[in-house]
């Protein structure tokens, strides 16, 4: 493949980047005695073996590490963290990002085509780490992997020093599955559940030695075949994960692993051609395109030069018959069967010579006439049994840990993955992605005493590479054409798209026929440095600084279109700084204050596509909390307020930024075991999120059921009257530009009894407030009340886990990230999953 590497350059560039840091090290410590430091060694298997055990729900149950330098308790660290132990995402069952809603506060679940590549965090799409590499950037290629993670640290508010810059809401932290030093442990776990869910999980892991050093592996493989509440929609994936720790001299250790994950399905959108009623009601508009909209030269599929009209346009323009619903002859004349009325300015449709049925026109709603309508239920969406979004992912991991005479601690961390995807979905959109990233940190930790001060230092540097080639293909994608309603998908609501074409132009000859997409190429150099100094045991100062270039490359033109691309090339250099005291007037309580500043890094939504200055924005960040631990740890509760705001480091064309954008909310989180037996865990949070220059590009809002049904053969594409603070136009009803999609106020509470004879009892609800779909507050989607539960009986031997997800039967509905006004996903109803587990 020209302009980019094959699968394995890539892998022997990581291979190289560590091997460096190898040499490093070890020559570092070519004066160590070759004889066994056996305390050492006992400390060290000591503290891995303490690492692995799968905690509880109390988020001190383990220190965190993932903020800022060492490990901290949740009381010490100056930020809004939820701590997510094996445990306790069992409990919660946490399987992707959309299960996150459910756990802490601040988190909230709008759909992203039923693809939760990123956690969506304070109003904003988040960024995720691993093992404290930043991740190739997935808002909706594919569910990212949770199968070689044994915890997760979801930290609120932009990345520290020495992560690197990423999305301004916060990030998670994935706690990689760690090898067993102590014994060798094994399991086997099965769950079948509603609508044919199985799922096999295979995880065993323990220590043995190479000659004279201590070494531990952990191996897991889960397989997952699995229909779903909604039609055609499939999530079937396996994922093959392995990782060895070693301690290869008494001060050097060594810890890598790579995860395989291969993902098959294909998008969810939800329901298309959304009303107040449709939410309210369940009543959907039916009907299908004009069927001669077809031509032969498209295999006799839609001909995508009738549907170039945008609906802008075809308002200003007057109506046009190609974009209008027709309803089929047999349901027309059950609503209307003398045809009177406003029947009579409604036309006929003639297909093939005969009479196919009635097309809405203007005149016919002029004339009291109304939409048709039919009951549709939730899993009834706009999807495709020959659709497929199907992607492989595959990353690795390496630490080299030394431990100096001096006593700092020196860590070199390489860290590859590479994300592939294709997909197709036949209303019209395609896609064809390749994106891969190399990253290589070297930090330095140590300590010193300074005039009676404590200081806690940590300092280093790292280089990041990441290359993206993306092909897409939407140049007609009317969400609207299609009457999910019907399980038949006429010829005339498949639009032909990139891959029927082999993405090759030179090849098609084809009228109408589009691909878009680029190549980019990031390269970023940063240093860091970030301390803690401890004043006595009342005060405390956290700190640090990051210095970071960026040089990147950008054309777009996608694959290899033309051989010889004409490439953008740019760079720009940006500061990050923190500053977080921390005051504790008793051991139990802290009181602590964040200020941020600095950037925060949003690439293009497929795979980390960087197209210049734009995607790096300034991202101020202001958070102030309190902590309190009690009762020998068993009591934790926290309280943050947040204010975030971001720009863009570069301007468009005219002068406007597209990306200014500002947040502020509060957030209470509690777990607390009163006893040994019970446990409770129960979490508030309230934002509010706004466009500060002007909106977002956003699919055109059809208001109500007529221009539902005039206008859904078109492409639902606007630019017109996005200034925030106009208070005319298309988003009169929200001149202050609040962000919506999401509920601003959400609770979950969730308590857990564990009997002594070994089984127990989980039983919660979650509450999220009513709240409005699109940014032109036209659709309002309600409140609910979701209760959850588990069920579960365990040995030492076997363990049987029972989960029933919305055991209530609410109806509720989760908004979307994109096109709001023109689809949104109603939840699944009551589903049922059961587990056996058998230990070895």
Excluded: C
Aim: glycine letters at 10%.
């Amino acid at each position: 493949m020209n302009k980019t590497l094959s699968n394995l350059d890539r892998v022997t560039a990581a291979v190289s980047l560590a091997a460096a840091s190898a040499s490093f090290l070890i020559s570092s410590a070519t004066a160590q005695e070759t004889t066994d430091d056996v305390l050492s060694l006992e400390a060290f298997i000591l503290e891995e073996t303490g690492g692995a055990g799968e905690g509880d729900l109390l988020q001190n149950s383990r220190p965190i590490g993932s903020v800022f330098l060492g490990e901290q308790s949740a009381l010490d660290t100056p930020r809004s963290v939820t701590v997510l132990t094996p445990e306790a995402m069992k409990q919660f069952a946490v399987k992707d990002f959309s299960d996150l809603d459910r756990v802490g506060a601040g988190m909230t679940r709008p759909n992203i085509f039923g693809l939760p590549g990123l956690p969506f965090m304070r109003g904003n799409n988040a960024g995720v780490y691993y093992n404290g590499m930043r991740r190739i950037a997935n808002q909706n290629e594919t569910p990212t992997s949770f199968g070689s993670l044994d915890a997760m640290d979801l930290v609120k508010g932009p990345a520290p020093a020495q992560l690197g810059p990423t999305n301004a809401g916060g990030y998670a932290n994935f706690i990689p599955k760690s090898p067993y030093f102590d014994q060798r442990r094994g399991s086997v776990e099965f769950t079948l559940g509603s609508y044919d869910f199985y799922n096999t999980k295979v995880d065993i892991g323990g220590p043995m030695m190479i000659g004279d050093k201590p070494m531990a592996y952990r191996v897991s493989i889960t397989n997952q075949q699995a229909d779903s509440y909604y039609d055609a929609v499939r999530n079937d994936y396996i994922s093959v994960y392995a990782a060895a720790k070693a301690k290869l001299t008494p001060k050097l250790s060594f810890y890598s692993g790579f995860e395989y994950y291969d993902f098959k399905s294909n998008e969810n959108a939800g329901w298309n051609r959304v009303t107040q009623d449709l939410i309210d009601n369940g009543n959907y508009i039916i009907g299908e395109m004009d069927p001669n909209t077809v031509s032969a030269v498209y295999n006799g599929t839609a001909d995508p030069g009738l549907l170039m009209n945008q609906v802008d346009i075809a308002y200003a323009t007057g109506y046009d018959p190609n974009l209008a619903i027709v309803v089929r002859e047999a349901d027309f004349l059950a609503a209307y069967p003398n045809l009177g009325g406003a029947a009579a300015f409604a036309t006929p449709v003639y297909y093939n010579g005969d009479l196919f049925g009635y097309k809405y026109t203007p005149e016919y709603f002029a004339n009291g006439g109304t939409a048709l309508t039919r009951k549709i239920e939730g899993n009834q969406v706009l999807s495709d049994p020959s659709d497929y979004a199907d992607s492989t992912t595959f990353l690795w991991f390496a630490d080299l840990v030394y431990h100096a005479d001096s006593g700092s601690t020196i860590t070199a961390k390489t860290f590859f993955e590479s994300l592939e995807t294709r997909k197709l979905s036949s209303y019209g959109f395609a896609h064809d992605s390749d994106s891969w990233a190399v990253e290589e940190k070297l930090s330095v930790d140590s300590s010193l005493e300074l005039g009676g001060v404590d200081v806690s230092l940590q300092y280093g540097a790292d280089v990041r590479y990441t290359y993206n080639n993306d092909a897409n293909d939407f140049g007609v994608e009317p969400f609207n054409r299609r009457d999910v309603s019907s399980s038949d998908i006429p010829a005339w609501s498949y639009v032909y798209t990139g891959p029927l074409y082999d993405w090759d132009p030179t090849s098609v000859g084809l009228p109408g026929w589009f691909v878009g997409g680029s190549q980019s190429k990031l390269t970023q150099l940063g240093a860091f440095a970030q301390f803690k100094a401890g004043f006595g045991e009342k005060f405390s100062l956290f700190g640090g600084a990051r210095v970071e270039r960026a040089d990147f490359s950008y054309t777009s033109t996608a694959k290899e279109f033309p051989a010889t691309p004409s490439w953008t090339d740019g760079d720009t250099d940006y500061v990050n700084w923190s500053i977080n005291p921390v005051f504790k007037p008793a051991s139990w309580i802290s009181f602590y204050g964040a200020i941020q500043g600095g950037t925060a890094f949003e690439p293009g939504q497929t795979g980390g596509a960087a197209s210049g200055e734009g995607n790096f924005l300034e991202a101020p960040f202001y958070e102030g909390g309190v902590k309190v631990s009690s009762a020998d740890g068993k009591f934790f509760a926290s309280f943050a307020a947040y204010q975030y705001e971001k720009t863009s480091l570069s301007l468009n064309v005219t002068g406007v930024d597209t990306n200014a954008y500002e947040a502020e909310g509060y957030e209470f989180e509690l777990t607390w075991a009163p006893t040994d037996n019970f446990t409770i865990v129960g979490n508030i949070g309230e934002l509010e999120a706004r466009y500060v220059d002007r909106y977002p590009f956003a699919t055109y809002p059809f208001y109500n059921a007529e221009n539902v049904a005039l206008y859904s053969g078109a492409i639902q594409y606007s630019w017109d009257a996005r200034v925030v603070g106009e208070s005319t136009g298309r988003y009169a009803n929200n001149p202050e530009g609040i962000r919506s999609g999401y509920p601003q106020m959400s609770w979950n509470l969730f308590a857990v009894y564990n009997f002594d004879n070994g089984f127990g009892l989980g039983v919660g609800p979650s509450y999220k407030e009513d709240f409005w779909l699109d940014n032109e507050r036209t659709l309002k989607l309600p409140d609910s009340l979701v209760w959850n539960a588990n069920v579960f009986y365990k040995t030492d031997s076997y363990e049987v886990f029972l989960r029933l997800n919305n055991f209530t039967d609410e109806d509720y509905f989760i908004g979307s990230s994109f096109a709001p006004t023109m689809i949104v996903t109603k939840a699944k109803p009551f589903e049922a999953q059961l587990s056996l587990k058998v230990k070895f």
